[in-house]
């Protein structure tokens, strides 16, 4: 058996991303019993997603990937989207840049995988260019996200926004709510659904259900974070019920 060692940075408030990522490493466990996965997350102070607050955790996640290089982890997620994609275009490919410096300077160097640079290679998998999209932020963060993927070649044509800034309230949604939403989509032309653009909106439950009523891949934070965690190890990313991105050939 092959051992994995999983870091996260994660928002102090983030209670999603330790519950969803662990249930997919477990179903691809039960698929492959060669493999092992274990999770080990450092976290940042973030109350409320605004601006001033993601940049801030921005600037405090070199520590983090220190401290993640002392657990001696094979991989390493940076477990906050609308945070890198804030910073404007090339943020994802500059932040993985600095958490690799930050875990080598520490010790021990490791891939780094972005939940923003994940979805946009999830994206280029799915090979969709035109998404409908879900997201928790206020209007203009939301507008933030759509404006980042646009600069890697994916028109976001319909976008729903929350309008929940409180970070803790947006893990208490319930993924049923995202089902109602999806149904309500236009989905004239469009590719893949963002069921969720945010690792704190609980989405996995969610998944294969909206992808059946939808006929269309649906792909989300998490699961984009996945598939580049995944790749990063050198293991086939496939993790049952996940949604098209995870299913494997």
């Known amino acids: 058996m092959t ?6 940075v994660v928002p102090s408030s ?3 991303m330790e519950t969803e990522i662990p249930a997919m490493l477990r179903r691809r466990e039960v698929v492959d019993p060669t493999v092992h996965f274990t999770t080990h997350a450092s976290r940042v102070r973030l109350h409320r997603v605004t601006p001033d607050e993601l940049a801030r955790m921005n600037r ?8 993640l290089a002392d657990a001696r982890c094979d991989v390493l997620a940076y477990a906050c989207l609308v945070a890198v994609m804030c910073a404007g275009a090339g943020a994802h490919e500059r932040a993985e840049r600095r958490l690799v410096r930050a875990a080598t300077r520490a010790g021990h ?17 799915l090979n969709a260019r035109r998404v409908a999209l879900i997201a928790p932020y206020l209007p203009p963060l939301t507008a933030t996200v759509a404006g980042y993927l646009a600069g890697h070649g994916v028109r976001v044509t319909e976008a729903v926004s929350l ?14 709510r995202l089902v109602e939403l999806a149904d309500r ?34 792909i989300t ?10 790749i990063g190890l050198g293991v086939d990313p496939y993790v049952p019920d996940a949604g098209r991105l995870l299913a494997g050939a």
């Open 3 to 8: 051992g994995y060692r999983i870091g996260l």
């Open 221 to 230: 934070a998490a699961t984009a974070t996945v598939h580049q965690l995944l």
């Open 60 to 67: 405090s996640s070199v520590r983090c990937a220190a401290e």
């Open 14 to 16: 983030n209670t999603t």
């Open 163 to 176: 309008a929940e800034p409180d970070n803790v309230a947006v893990g208490r949604i319930p993924a049923r």
């Open 109 to 125: 160097g490791m891939p780094v995988v972005t939940s923003a640079g994940a979805l946009v290679a999830g994206l280029r998998a």
């Open 185 to 218: 989509l236009d989905l004239t032309d469009v590719d893949a659904v963002v069921l969720s653009a945010c690792v704190q909106l609980p989405s996995l439950a969610a998944v294969p259900e909206v992808e059946a009523r939808l006929g269309r891949p649906v």
